[in-house]
């Protein structure tokens, strides 16, 4: 009797991911509502994320409280290039659009973002590949209809992430295990 298992698959950071998904939408709407000219205020949004990101990613209570236990060296790996190709892809908006269109400058983030979410397919599931469509899609709406306001696309990012965000938060852990017995 042979037995083939198949590899286990667990996304142990999904809450956590769902909590810091929740977070960001939440201060992208509230930069966005306070931008002005800024169309997004930057000091809002980049203090707001520093913070969130120390408290939920780097302070060892609320993983410990909501993951399920630890990511593989693969999904690091791949959260960890995905972190990267978000950083290279958003500088990438700044050097080549610049500063003097702030509404592309920042529809182009969104993209750069929705973009990065694929890579952490690996961590957290199905939920972020439809998160980086829906992204995308909501930030080339935004580059083809000049003439609706920023602020409309800038909540709709706000909410995809805080309605995902939500979601995530309140999955279950997901375990799929493929067994196969071949008897001979």
Avoid at 22 to 49: A, E, H, K, W
Avoid at 79 to 101: E, M, Q, R
Avoid at 141 to 159: E, K, N
């Amino acid at each position: 009797m042979v037995t083939i298992k198949g590899e286990e698959r667990e996304y142990n950071t999904q809450r956590t991911c769902g909590l810091w998904l929740l977070y960001i939408g939440v201060m992208i709407i509230l930069s966005s509502l306070v931008g002005g000219d800024l169309l997004i205020q930057p000091f809002i949004l980049g203090i707001g994320y520093f913070i969130g990101f120390f408290v939920i990613f780097i302070l060892p209570y609320v993983n410990r409280k909501l993951a399920y236990g630890k990511n593989t060296k693969f999904q690091d790996t791949m959260d960890n290039l995905s972190i990267v190709l978000n950083v290279l892809l958003c500088t990438a908006c700044g050097l080549i659009i610049g500063f003097n269109d702030l509404r592309t400058f920042w529809l182009s983030i969104f993209i750069a973002v929705g973009v990065h979410f694929f890579g952490f397919y690996f961590s957290q599931g199905k939920v972020m590949i439809l998160l980086g469509v829906l992204t995308i899609v909501n930030g080339f709406v935004g580059l083809l209809l000049v003439s609706a306001p920023f602020i409309f696309f800038a909540i709709i990012d706000g909410c995809l992430k805080f309605l995902f965000g939500l979601k995530m938060l309140n999955m279950k852990r997901i375990v799929t295990v493929i067994s196969e017995n071949i008897t001979s």
